[in-house]
């Protein structure tokens, strides 16, 4: 059975950690942000994935656009198939991607839907749509993805009409209190998001499951704490006492609101000359230095400095890493990618990743330039380098 992915901001950060996870066969892009996967819905480890706002089962696929030819599919559809939905209230919602359709048509659509399910004598409330697409918000408030819920997504893919019901959403109370509700943050070194670390750890992982991820620049812990919430051994080093004093707390304060009992190691390293002690099934997941958080244009010196100071460490710890690491190790790390003059300055040391023992890994649904996170007028973005040791 397939599924269907609604990707985040940056599709491409989804698609590399789908094609990470489930191998590029699997994986079918879809114009405009979205996905179909050979794999149930069921199948898919929805809470780890940072990347995918929304996942769906593939119930049709109707060859047609017409909004008018889907509606005569959908008004007979629903009426046979909400006599297995249990007895209650049934609510629903639409959401449309790429079709021709204004919030007016799918109002009457609902409305179309609510009577003629009502003709069974079930009750039906229509969840409205302010736009097209039924915000997360609202899907997880008039619980869309219960079993008495039904989000109905229509994405356009070519000539054809996918037809999907959610099964599941980002949990978006979850992801505000591990960023924002930690007891120890510390916006001078950088805050790294929590679905962006899912993401790292996810493309460190491969198709595998790894039961430790090393996170050698651990600062105030967030993908320590993203790893244990996957399940996985947390081990992180840092060269600030204080980073490290941080990250001990912060996973103490995970470890206790979400009653996690993983192994956890955290001390104090530096990343260009530390010797950490590797189990087998390690994977590294880390965001590297970045350098300046530069909130206006560099000067050409200052964007030097930057990238050189950057530079420097990055390379001695690409070098201390590979003389520890196994054959096939894999890592991930968020590196800086500088965006000035309409230009991404990459860090120097990638172009001798090989000198140093590593390989890219390259993936089928992207290319390296599209793995950079990155918001509009921010000058420091996060290249996600995803390597192998040789």
Same mark, same amino acid.
């Given at each position: 059975?397939?599924?269907?992915?609604? $990707?985040?901001?940056?599709?491409?950060?989804?698609?590399?950690? $789908?094609?990470?996870? =489930?191998?590029?066969?699997?994986?079918?892009?879809?114009?405009?942000?979205?996905?179909?996967?050979?794999?149930?819905?069921?199948?898919?480890?929805?809470?780890?994935?940072?990347?995918?706002?929304?996942?769906?089962?593939?119930?049709?696929?109707?060859?047609?656009?017409? !909004?008018?030819?889907?509606?005569? =599919?959908?008004?007979?559809?629903?009426?046979?198939?909400? #006599?297995?939905?249990?007895?209650?209230?049934?609510?629903?919602?639409?959401?449309?991607?790429?079709?021709?359709?204004?919030?007016?048509? $799918?109002?009457?659509?609902?409305?179309?839907?609510?009577?003629?399910?009502?003709?069974?004598?079930?009750?039906?409330?229509?969840?409205?749509?302010?736009?097209?697409?039924?915000?997360?918000? #609202?899907?997880?408030?008039?619980?869309?993805?219960?079993?008495?819920?039904?989000?109905?997504?229509?994405?356009?893919?070519?000539?054809?009409?996918?037809?999907?019901?959610?099964? =599941?959403?980002?949990?978006?109370?979850?992801?505000?209190?591990?960023?924002?509700?930690?007891?120890?943050?510390?916006?001078?070194?950088?805050?790294?998001?929590?679905?962006?670390?899912?993401?790292?750890?996810?493309?460190?992982?491969?198709?595998?499951?790894?039961?430790?991820?090393?996170?050698?620049?651990?600062?105030?812990?967030?993908?320590? #704490?993203?790893?244990?919430?996957?399940?996985?051994?947390?081990?992180?080093?840092?060269?600030?006492?204080?980073?490290? %004093?941080?990250?001990?707390?912060?996973?103490?304060?995970?470890?206790?609101?979400?009653?996690? %009992?993983?192994?956890?190691?955290?001390?104090?390293?530096?990343?260009?000359?530390?010797? !950490?002690?590797?189990?087998?099934?390690?994977?590294?997941?880390?965001?590297?230095?970045?350098?300046?958080?530069?909130?206006?244009?560099?000067?050409?010196?200052?964007?030097?400095?930057?990238?050189?100071?950057?530079?420097?460490?990055?390379?001695?710890?690409?070098?201390?890493?590979?003389?520890?690491?196994?054959?096939?190790?894999?890592?991930?790390?968020?590196?800086?990618?500088?965006?000035?003059?309409?230009?991404?300055?990459?860090?120097?040391?990638?172009?001798?990743?090989?000198?140093?023992?590593? #390989?890219?890994?390259?993936?089928?649904?992207?290319?390296?330039? %599209?793995?950079?996170?990155?918001?509009?007028?921010?000058?420091?973005?996060?290249? $996600?380098?995803?390597?192998?040791?040789?």
């Amino acid at each position: 059975m397939q599924s269907i992915a609604i $990707l985040g901001r940056q599709p491409a950060l989804g698609l590399a950690e $789908l094609e990470s996870l =489930f191998g590029a066969e699997k994986i079918h892009p879809l114009h405009g942000g979205g996905a179909l996967l050979d794999i149930s819905a069921g199948a898919v480890p929805f809470a780890r994935l940072g990347g995918v706002i929304k996942l769906g089962t593939v119930l049709t696929i109707l060859d047609t656009t017409d !909004w008018f030819e889907i509606e005569k =599919f959908l008004l007979p559809a629903c009426k046979e198939h909400s #006599q297995y939905v249990p007895e209650g209230k049934l609510t629903i919602g639409l959401s449309v991607y790429g079709l021709r359709v204004s919030t007016k048509m $799918l109002e009457r659509t609902s409305l179309s839907i609510k009577k003629t399910i009502k003709t069974t004598g079930r009750p039906v409330r229509i969840v409205p749509n302010k736009t097209l697409e039924i915000s997360t918000p #609202q899907i997880l408030h008039n619980k869309l993805t219960h079993e008495n819920g039904w989000e109905l997504v229509f994405y356009r893919d070519g000539s054809k009409t996918i037809v999907a019901r959610t099964n =599941f959403v980002q949990d978006i109370e979850s992801y505000t209190a591990r960023d924002q509700a930690r007891p120890m943050r510390d916006s001078r070194v950088g805050m790294l998001p929590p679905k962006l670390a899912q993401i790292i750890i996810n493309l460190a992982s491969s198709n595998t499951s790894p039961e430790t991820v090393l996170d050698p620049f651990c600062g105030t812990g967030v993908v320590l #704490q993203e790893a244990s919430l996957m399940g996985m051994n947390a081990y992180g080093t840092d060269i600030e006492p204080r980073m490290v %004093d941080y990250s001990i707390a912060n996973l103490k304060w995970i470890r206790e609101k979400w009653r996690i %009992d993983n192994y956890v190691r955290i001390e104090v390293g530096d990343a260009t000359n530390h010797q !950490w002690k590797f189990e087998e099934g390690t994977v590294v997941a880390c965001e590297g230095y970045l350098g300046l958080p530069f909130a206006h244009l560099p000067s050409d010196k200052q964007l030097q400095e930057s990238v050189q100071a950057s530079n420097t460490v990055m390379k001695a710890f690409l070098k201390n890493l590979s003389t520890q690491a196994g054959s096939g190790l894999r890592a991930a790390i968020a590196m800086p990618a500088w965006h000035v003059n309409k230009k991404i300055i990459h860090l120097p040391c990638l172009a001798q990743i090989e000198a140093f023992g590593w #390989q890219r890994v390259n993936f089928k649904h992207v290319n390296f330039d %599209d793995l950079i996170y990155h918001r509009e007028d921010q000058i420091v973005g996060r290249e $996600l380098v995803v390597l192998e040791k040789i």
